[in-house]
């Protein structure tokens, strides 16, 4: 019985010394395959065929080969079909592989790949904002040109600006519109291959008097303020096409914006002057500038906060060797380097304060 054992054991030994049989590996009779176009740029609803050969190792063509395409990359760039017909679907890197294979043979595939680039198509229009028909003389405006492709494709070509009567209406490179005199000019605004031309008419101005509404009023941060902006003439009579430049400083610290429209929105709380300029032409090609300004106190979306500034006690005003009084944040404004009593109905005694 123990030599039964002995045997086994030794038995046991010597297969367990023997060299594992290597892996089973397919043969690969294709050796490579070429694509022409193997790179290649079109633009956006081209299209281009790719042609693949597949070779054995002595260089010989296989026209036995079946190719299959595939595509990789983002999912609108583009697309290839069955016969490799490569269509191009928006601004990007298309890779397309074409994978060879023998049929009925177990055999490895042959694997090569195409890049194609996929570029916009040229400027065809240009939009402009705002587009004025009509201004008052001395008055300006800023422009935006956006130059588009046929396919509603935002392009980033450079838009040039031209008058046709600077003496009238005058441009600058950045789009800076001033009506210089009353007459006609022709503005163009050109990028690429488009371009957007349109006529302007220049008026005498009248203005004498501007206004703008709310004059002052409080907001939580984050919400919008639509300011009206009116202008009169000397008889108080309103006065149309006025397009006033608008602008936003805050009165200490803080952060807000005003649209080309009066929009105001502000993102941190504080207090913001509002400011709309229209410009009034007078001789010798000189301008005097019309303003209306309007106040703006806003507030955290989450509450009015207070913090502790050295100011007069409250029911007295004395300005040195005070105690703090707690006070609304927004009961401080910066305007006068003076002390005056402000009206609030959050606090019993509040301030508004030069700081």
Same mark, same amino acid.
């Given at each position: 019985m123990a030599l039964h054992l002995v045997y086994a054991l030794l038995a046991w030994q010597q297969s367990a010394q023997q060299p594992a049989p290597p892996p089973l590996t397919l043969p690969q009779p294709i050796a490579r395959v070429d694509l022409k176009p193997g790179e290649y740029a079109l633009q956006v609803g081209d299209t281009?065929?790719?042609h693949a050969t597949a070779y054995d190792s002595s260089?010989?063509?296989?026209?036995? &080969?079946?190719?299959?395409?595939?595509?990789?990359?983002?999912?609108?760039?583009?697309a290839v079909d069955?016969?490799?017909?490569?269509?191009?679907?928006?601004?990007?890197?298309?890779?397309?592989?074409?994978?060879?294979?023998?049929?009925?043979?177990?055999?490895?595939?042959?694997?090569?790949?195409?890049?194609?680039?996929?570029?916009?198509?040229?400027?065809?229009k240009i939009a402009v904002?705002?587009?004025?028909?009509?201004?008052?003389?001395?008055?300006?405006?800023?422009?935006?040109?956006?130059?588009?492709? &046929?396919?509603?494709?935002?392009?980033?070509?450079?838009?040039?600006?031209?008058?046709?009567?600077?003496?009238v209406v005058d441009v600058t490179p950045i789009g800076r519109v001033t009506a210089r005199a009353p007459g006609r000019a022709t503005l163009t605004a050109a990028g690429g291959r488009a371009s957007e031309s349109w006529t302007v008419v220049v008026t005498p101005n009248p203005v004498a008097r501007v206004t703008l509404t709310p004059a002052d009023t409080a907001i939580r941060s984050g919400d919008v303020v639509r300011f009206a902006?009116?202008?009169?003439?000397?008889?108080?009579?309103?006065?149309?096409?006025?397009?006033?430049?608008? &602008?936003?400083?805050p009165v200490g610290q803080g952060y807000a914006t005003v649209d080309g429209g009066g929009v105001f929105v502000a993102d941190q709380?504080?207090?913001?002057?509002?400011?709309?300029?229209?410009?009034?032409?007078?001789?010798?090609?000189s301008s005097r500038s019309r303003l209306a300004t309007s106040r703006v106190r806003s507030r955290s979306s989450g509450g009015w906060r207070s913090r502790a500034f050295p100011a007069p006690s409250c029911g007295s005003?004395?300005?040195?060797?005070?105690?703090?009084?707690?006070?609304?944040?927004?009961?401080?404004?910066?305007?006068?380097?003076?002390?005056?009593r402000s009206r609030s109905s959050r606090t019993r005694c509040s301030w508004t304060h030069a700081w």
């Open positions: 281009v065929r790719i260089g010989q063509a296989m026209p036995q &080969a079946v190719i299959r395409w595939f595509a990789s990359g983002g999912r609108f760039e583009g069955s016969t490799g017909l490569v269509s191009a679907g928006a601004t990007g890197t298309l890779n397309v592989a074409a994978v060879a294979t023998l049929p009925g043979r177990a055999a490895k595939s042959t694997v090569a790949f195409a890049r194609i680039t996929v570029l916009p198509q040229p400027a065809a904002t705002p587009r004025p028909e009509r201004m008052l003389a001395g008055t300006s405006l800023v422009l935006e040109a956006v130059p588009y492709a &046929a396919n509603n494709d935002r392009r980033y070509d450079r838009v040039t600006w031209k008058s046709s009567r600077p003496g902006f009116t202008a009169t003439d000397a008889t108080r009579r309103s006065v149309a096409e006025t397009r006033p430049e608008w &602008a936003v400083s709380p504080g207090t913001y002057r509002v400011i709309a300029t229209l410009a009034r032409a007078r001789r010798r090609r005003i004395r300005t040195a060797n005070t105690p703090t009084c707690r006070l609304s944040e927004t009961a401080f404004t910066q305007s006068t380097s003076r002390i005056r």
